[in-house]
C-alpha cells in the first residue's frame, strides 16, 4: 500500500531540524557518522525506486548543514558506507526523524520505505515498539505528520 499526502506536507528544509538544539546535535556529528546518515539517507530514496528531485535537494540541504559537499554526497552514491550511529540517544533520535522528513517529503509513503525507517531504527538502537508505534501514528494521522516534540515523547514512553 502506498500512501499518498498532501501536498502541502512538504517540510520546509530551511527551517530543517526545527531547533537549534537540533541543529547542534547534528553538527555534533563526527564525520564518519555524517558520512553513514547521508549514505543511509540516499539509500532511503532509493528503495522505492521512484528518483525524487526533492529527496535529494532536501540530502543536499542536510550535508550543507553538516559541511558536507555536494560533490561528496555524489561520490557516496554506489558506495559501502559502514554504518556508525551516534552514542547518545538524543542524536539517534534526531537521526531517526531526519529519515521520518525524508520519507514523506516526496508526497508517497512506499511500504519499502516504512521497512527501511523500522530497519534504520533497530540500527540506531532504538526501542522497537517506539519505532512501530511512532510509524503507525504517523501513518494514522489526518495528515502524516508527526511533530518533533511527539517523536520525543514516543521514545521518552517506551524509555528503558
Known amino acids: 500500500m502506498v500512501s499518498n499526502l498532501k501536498s502541502n506536507n512538504y517540510v520546509n528544509t530551511n527551517s530543517y531540524g526545527g531547533s537549534l538544539r537540533k541543529q547542534r546535535i547534528m553538527n555534533n556529528l563526527n564525520y564518519n557518522e555524517k558520512l553513514s546518515l547521508l549514505h543511509n ?94 510509524l503507525d501514528s504517523m501513518l494514522d494521522s489526518i495528515d502524516n505528520r508527526v511533530p518533533a516534540l511527539d517523536v520525543i515523547k514516543f521514545f521518552k514512553l517506551y524509555h528503558n
Open 41 to 134: 539517507l540516499l539509500t532511503l530514496t532509493r528503495v522505492d525506486h521512484v528518483e525524487s528531485e526533492i529527496e535529494m535537494d532536501f540530502i543536499y540541504k542536510i550535508g550543507k548543514k553538516l559541511n558536507i559537499t555536494k560533490i561528496d554526497i555524489d561520490g557516496l552514491l554506489g558506495k559501502e558506507v559502514d554504518f556508525h550511529p551516534p552514542k547518545g540517544e538524543d542524536q539517534r533520535i534526531v537521526l531517526f526523524y531526519t529519515f521520518l522528513l525524508v520519507i514523506k517529503i516526496d508526497g508517497y509513503l512506499a511500504p519499502e520505505e516504512l521497512k527501511f525507517c523500522k530497519d534504520i531504527g533497530f540500527k540506531l538502537g532504538l526501542n522497537p515498539f517506539a519505532v512501530s508505534n511512532l
